[in-house]
Nanobody, 122 residues
Framework: QVQLVESGGGLVQAGGSLRLSCAASGRAFRYTFYNMGWFRQTPGKERELVAIVDTSGATQTYADSVKGRFTISRDNAKNMVYLQMNSLNPEDTAVYYC?????????????WGQGTQVTVSS
């Protein structure tokens, strides 16, 4: 069983910053074997890619809409993945989900967290 627990969401004004965290755990879950990612979803829309980091942390993939503003990173010693979000705008408002096992090209993996709400006010 894999558990992914997100934290760090909230309400922020446009232009502000937030840092999301995801703690990964699970019996027999080899965290360092998995790419990790963040996806987001708004009502009525499909869940979409935000960012993915490979197992070592050396390679990242970003959606065009967040390039230059968001940074994904991971700490393999702590089984944590982070999403630093800067220059937020109202279009970034969504529920953000941590994902384990995505491909570096952007396809989601099999394990999801429960999501954390990010709301950006104008």
């Amino acid at each position: 069983q894999v558990q992914l627990v997100e934290s760090g969401g909230g309400l922020v004004q446009a232009g502000g910053s937030l840092r999301l965290s995801c703690a990964a755990s699970g019996r027999a879950f080899r965290y360092t074997f998995y790419n990790m990612g963040w996806f987001r979803q708004t009502p009525g829309k499909e869940r979409e890619l935000v960012a993915i980091v490979d197992t070592s942390g050396a390679t990242q993939t970003y959606a065009d809409s967040v390039k230059g503003r968001f940074t994904i990173s991971r700490d393999n010693a702590k089984n944590m993945v982070y999403l630093q979000m800067n220059s937020l705008n109202p279009e970034d408002t969504a529920v953000y989900y941590c994902n384990a096992g995505p491909t570096i090209s952007g396809r989601s993996g099999p394990y999801w967290g429960q999501g954390t709400q990010v709301t950006v006010s104008s």
